[in-house]
């Protein structure tokens, strides 16, 4: 059974550093990509990157310079981790594993609020 | 980037209803379209993909339709656990790409 599960701070402040592991079970991530999306009241639903199964990177250029994907193997875990964080960034992040069918299984979301 | 546009924003329909969304690309994007689900505060759920592919599991009442620009998710006969929100994502090429949602509740 596919599942995944994002975790998260919940709460972080402007300028800080945002950390959410991805944790995952029923498949293997050396098997399958694995994106990141978030949905933000400002902007709705964002793709934000991906994490292919060999461990290369591909980043939306909206946030290429703040953003890094990446994994442990051994764990099932992917990490998104966004830098220089703003009040915009609130929002929920999704991973989702790209299967045959592209975001194919969707974790439920973790929400993050960027607050002083 | 890739707009997609989506339509209606809320939908109100009655059960047995037959249902029409849609998401209008601004370039082709093949048949690179994919149609989810969403209830609160669960994980989005993927009904069709590549535009017209039912995923395992899913209701046949669900289809998908279109190509290139121009594509539609039909739900053919509304029941009451369909309450949700719609959105689709177009997977032609990066940025990849979602549409706004779609709101829709029973009548």
């Known amino acids: 059974q596919v599942q995944l599960k994002e975790t998260g701070p919940g709460l972080v402040q402007p300028t800080q550093t945002l950390s959410i592991t991805c944790t995952v079970s029923g498949f293997s991530l050396t098997s399958y990509y694995m994106q990141w999306v978030r949905q933000t009241p400002g902007k709705g639903l964002e793709w934000m990157g991906f994490?292919?199964?060999?461990?290369?990177?591909e980043y939306n250029s909206e946030f290429k310079s703040r953003l890094s994907i990446s994994r442990d193997t051994s764990k099932n875990q992917v990490f998104l981790k966004m830098n220089s964080l703003k009040t915009e960034d609130t929002g929920v992040y999704y991973c989702?594993?790209?299967?045959?069918?592209?975001?194919?299984?969707w974790g439920q979301g973790v929400m993050v609020t960027v607050s002083s | 980037d890739i707009q997609m546009t989506q339509s209606p924003s809320f939908l109100s329909a009655s059960v047995g209803d037959r249902v029409t969304i849609n998401c209008k690309a601004s370039?082709?994007?093949?048949?690179?379209l994919n149609w989810y689900q969403q209830k609160l505060g669960e994980a989005p759920k993927l009904l069709i993909y590549n535009a017209n592919s039912l995923q395992t599991g899913i209701p046949s009442r669900f289809s998908g339709s279109g190509s290139g620009t121009d594509f539609t998710l039909t739900i053919s006969s509304l029941q009451p656990e369909d309450v949700a929100t719609y959105f689709c994502l177009q997977h032609n090429s990066w940025p990849y790409t979602f549409g706004a949602g779609t709101k829709l509740e029973l009548k």
């Open positions: 989702a594993r790209d299967g045959d069918s592209d975001f194919d299984y």
């Open positions: 370039q082709n994007i093949n048949r690179y």
């Open positions: 994490i292919r199964s060999g461990g290369s990177t």
